[in-house]
């Protein structure tokens, strides 16, 4: 029978990865088989400026906090898993996909988004939206084409003007 000692610590754990849950936008399971603890280490750097976190936790264990939450990804807790953690929608979703690309060693799985259990293809969706910078430089695009359309008109009106006179 496990000690008192060890039972806590893995209380706290399973606290842990429920308050972390709760308050992540974006949580991505992926698995990391035969990464390197380089490849590990360039991850959380990667993360980190997107203010996401990765943590490696017993699959029993995040499914224990899970099920405190009524969130079911038993499915995929199979073999060696990782969690990012993301305070935001998209940013975490972009930089782990743009990681697994480089990282063929690296496989998401699946992930919660806005508390709702989300699959690789919804987790694709997410990370083909164009960042922040990009939507607003193709809003500006678009903006910028009625204007010189506007511009195009009253020129031309004008100079209709001037030759009626």
Do not use: C, W
């Amino acid at each position: 029978m496990a000690s008192e000692k060890i039972l806590n610590a893995k209380k706290e754990v399973v606290a842990e990865i429920t308050d972390k849950v709760k308050n992540s936008e974006s949580v991505i399971l992926f698995q990391y088989a035969e990464s390197s603890v380089a490849d590990m280490q360039e991850l959380r750097r990667d993360l980190k400026k997107v203010d996401s976190e990765v943590k490696i936790h017993k699959n029993t264990l995040v499914k224990r906090a899970l099920d405190d939450l009524n969130i079911d990804l038993a499915e995929y807790l199979e073999g060696p898993n990782a969690i990012v953690f993301g305070k935001t929608l998209l940013e975490p979703i972009k930089a782990i996909d743009e990681f697994a690309k480089k990282h063929n060693n690296i496989k998401l799985v699946a992930g919660i988004i806005n508390g709702e259990v989300v699959t690789l293809d919804t987790i694709k969706e997410y990370a083909s939206i164009p960042s922040m910078e990009g939507l607003l430089t193709m809003f500006a695009g678009g903006l910028i084409e009625h204007v010189k359309n506007l511009s195009i008109a009253l020129n031309l009106y004008a100079e209709k003007l001037g030759e009626e006179n």
